[in-house]
């Protein structure tokens, strides 16, 4: 079954970026010229997603104008002649078929993915995690990547990359075996482990495909770290029962939810901008020579 819904979790309060994210959702804290949230849902569409639903929470309804139509300044850009920013501003609210949903109480990623369930119906679907931006090449969005390792071996799949020791007790660590040229057998998980608990240095990342049968699973799940409903417990019982599959994804992310992976995404994707690429890496070379 191909997959064609995505969720994206973009409720959290982004506490690492305040105070901007007081006001601004780090969501739609621009990278160059478009808000993180544009990435994401770039991705999914590139990989042959039709339908999109985006968890947000009160403050968030930035995240909804964004992908809306907006009649006074289209009508103005036009009558300025600007016709390709105003083909830019149509193809954004074109982009997929895009509704929302409010976590009213931020009772952690398992319980926002769990207000999916009746958008999701019986289907596989897609999680993006609303603090990864991820750029691949694009024939390759990551949870195209994803989506194929579904489609090979029938089981959920989550986006993995090997970090640091220090990394490894602030995220999940996965008991892997290897299946094919970066693929694994997922067998285990932990959310933010111990060090006597670590499985290996590989961690779940911002991308997985789930069965619908998740739902049930948070459901009777109880609370986990931190004292949330964590979406790691959930995919546990399904690696432990049915298998997963884990896929060391080609691509490069980007924290939006930390202050340094906002400048590295900023600095990066803006040094490859096909508009201001060129200007921007002659500052940067130059910039680099002030420095001590």
Do not use: W
């Amino acid at each position: 079954m191909n997959v064609t819904k995505a969720v994206i979790p973009a409720a959290g309060l982004g506490t690492r970026v305040l105070p901007a994210t007081k006001s601004v959702p780090k969501e739609m804290l621009p990278i160059v010229d478009r808000p993180a949230i544009h990435y994401i849902v770039e991705e999914a569409v590139r990989a042959g997603i039709t339908d999109i639903l985006i968890i947000t929470s009160r403050g968030k309804s930035s995240v909804e104008d964004y992908f809306d139509r907006a009649p006074e300044l289209e009508e103005r850009l036009l009558r300025s002649g600007k016709e390709a920013l105003y083909r830019q501003i149509i193809a954004v609210t074109q982009m997929a078929n895009i509704q929302y949903v409010r976590q009213q109480e931020a009772k952690g990623l398992g319980h926002a993915v769990l207000c999916a369930k009746s958008f999701v119906g019986s289907e596989p679907f897609a999680v993006l995690y609303g603090d990864d931006v991820i750029v691949s090449p694009p024939d390759k969005p990551v949870i195209g990547q994803l989506c194929e390792a579904y489609d090979r071996y029938g089981l959920g799949v989550v986006g993995m990359k090997e970090v640091t020791p220090e990394q490894i007790v602030k995220y999940s660590s996965l008991a892997v075996e290897p299946l094919e040229d970066r693929v694994y057998k997922v067998t285990d998980m932990v959310e933010k482990p111990a060090p006597d608990k670590i499985l290996s240095l590989y961690s779940i990342l911002g991308r997985c495909i789930l069965p619908a049968e998740v739902f049930s699973i948070l459901e009777s799940t109880p609370p986990g770290a931190g004292g949330e409903l964590q979406l790691t417990d959930a995919m546990r019982a399904l690696a432990r029962t049915q298998g997963m599959t884990g896929v060391d994804y080609i691509g490069k992310r980007y924290d939006m939810g930390n202050k340094l992976g906002v400048l590295e995404a900023i600095v990066e994707v803006g040094a490859a901008h096909p508009e201001i690429g060129e200007g921007f890496r002659a500052y940067l070379r130059e910039f680099c020579r002030t420095l001590g």
